[in-house]
T-cell receptor
């Protein structure tokens, strides 16, 4: 089955620790995205990548880093500089090249990150 | 600066009645609008969309209306079913088409 896999489902971060959230897709999509969901604030874009080895900052990129070495993978690292990392993180992908590409984002099932 | 706003955090309706979810936007460059549905601990799924050249788009029980002059769109669900209970996100896309901007979401509860 094609889809997007996020792991782990739950993750705990200690003070001063970097943690990496995994996102893998087998949909052959060019574009991938990371969103953060906080209660009452909807989905906010952290980073996105339209092609391998290229990515752009979203609205709340501070304290996060990403890489896009493979088309299938777009891991997100939450660094110690991110002072309020507790949130539900969603990875998404979409075809690229047409307007319809962003029409239907396909989301993973999310990772809940909590601070110990 | 919240460019897409859903002012109602929650909505409760009876099964069989109409559910109306509202969304307002401020960015005049938005020309494509979408609604996503999200269940707890899952990723959102695409529900319905509308281009700015239209004022209505219908898909089964779901209809989206767009009022460009008011920068307002709404999602109508008729008839509402208990399985429709979820968080609904409004999203908008600029002409450049590189990303979506989401609203805060509205929790819809359909009571049997």
């Amino acid at each position: 089955d094609g889809g997007i896999t996020q792991s782990p489902k739950y993750l705990f971060r200690k003070e001063g620790q970097n943690v990496t959230l995994s996102c893998e897709q087998n949909l052959n999509h060019d574009a991938m995205y990371w969103y953060r969901q906080d209660p009452g604030q909807g989905l906010r874009l952290i980073y996105y990548s339209q092609i391998v080895n290229d990515f752009q900052k979203g609205d709340i990129a501070e304290g996060y880093s990403v890489s896009r070495e493979k088309k299938e993978s777009f891991p997100l690292t939450v660094t110690s500089a991110q002072k309020n990392p507790t949130a539900f993180y969603l990875c998404a992908s979409s075809p690229w090249g047409t307007r319809a590409g962003t029409e239907k984002l396909f989301f993973g099932s999310g990772t809940q990150l909590s601070v110990l | 600066d919240q460019q897409v706003k859903q002012n109602s955090p929650s909505l409760s309706v009876q099964e069989g009645r109409i559910s109306i979810l509202n969304c307002d936007y401020t960015n005049s460059m938005f020309d494509y609008f979408l609604w996503y549905k999200k269940y707890p601990a899952e990723g959102p799924t695409f529900l319905i969309s509308i281009s700015s050249i239209k004022d209505k788009n219908e898909d089964g029980r779901f209809t989206v209306f767009l009022n460009k002059s008011a920068k307002h769109l709404s999602l109508h669900i008729v008839p509402s079913q208990p399985g429709d209970s979820a968080v609904y996100f409004c999203a908008a896309e600029e002409t450049s088409g590189s990303r979506l901007t989401f609203g805060e979401g509205t929790q819809l509860t359909v009571n049997p």
